[in-house]
């Protein structure tokens, strides 16, 4: 029998979670919030005014008012019978948390992980990211990630200019372009995958890391 139950990660806004909920005849389960940022968390209200469900998030969270449930690294939660452990990545924001189920190799990292990039740092510092970064690199190959926001493309031009001979770069790069000119998402990628072609998880150490995200932000 389908499930009919449906879980919302980081919803910035309520009209297309409830549009999709009522296109496929979805039940709201309940919310996971990996951090604060409004384009997260924007929608939650609305939501919750027609949906009595429970909201997950990291608790050291400023919009923790708005979380009933308030998770930490290494807290795990069921989901539709899916177990996902907590893992705190800060660096983008102090509270950023993400999700990983070990069973099904699926990973929901919010804006910490992109591919070919990584988010920006706006309340942590780079040595806090790029360790975070280094818990993402450490699981499974196969893990297939979710990141919040298709990038790809953007992400891609700057991973040529500071490896402009990678040749997994150069070929991912004219896939992701065929997927997008179908509208298509280039998501989710894989952790395997991304050592090969995302710059900032090809780093030697947190220094190098620190001089790619500076020129990232100014590329």
């Known amino acids: 029998m389908r499930n009919s139950h449906a879980w919302i990660i980081d919803p910035g806004e309520a009209a297309p979670v409830v549009q999709v909920l009522h296109e496929k005849n979805l039940q709201l389960a309940g919310i996971l919030v990996t951090h604060h940022h409004p384009d997260h968390t924007g929608g939650i209200v609305e939501l919750l005014q027609h949906h009595r469900v429970p909201v997950y998030g990291p608790c050291n969270s400023p919009t923790r008012k708005l979380i009933s449930h308030v998770l930490k690294d290494g807290d795990c939660i069921s989901l539709g019978g899916i177990e996902f452990s907590v893992i705190a990545v800060p660096g983008h924001t102090l509270d950023h ?99 090969k072609i995302n710059p900032f998880l090809r780093c030697n150490n947190a220094l190098q890391f620190s001089e790619r995200r500076r020129q990232k932000n100014n590329f």
């Open 97 to 195: 948390i993400a999700f990983y189920s070990a069973v099904e190799k699926i990973l929901l990292c919010g804006d910490t992980l992109f591919s070919a990039g990584c988010g920006r740092i706006f309340e942590g510092t780079h040595e806090q990211m790029y360790e975070s970064l280094l818990k993402l690199a450490a699981l499974p190959g196969d893990t297939k990630f979710y990141c919040a926001h298709e990038y790809t493309l953007a992400n891609l031009l700057f991973a040529i200019a500071v490896e402009p001979d990678n040749q997994d770069i150069i070929q991912y790069q004219r896939q992701c372009e065929a997927i997008r000119a179908k509208n298509l998402p280039t998501l989710p990628s894989t952790i395997a995958l991304e050592k």
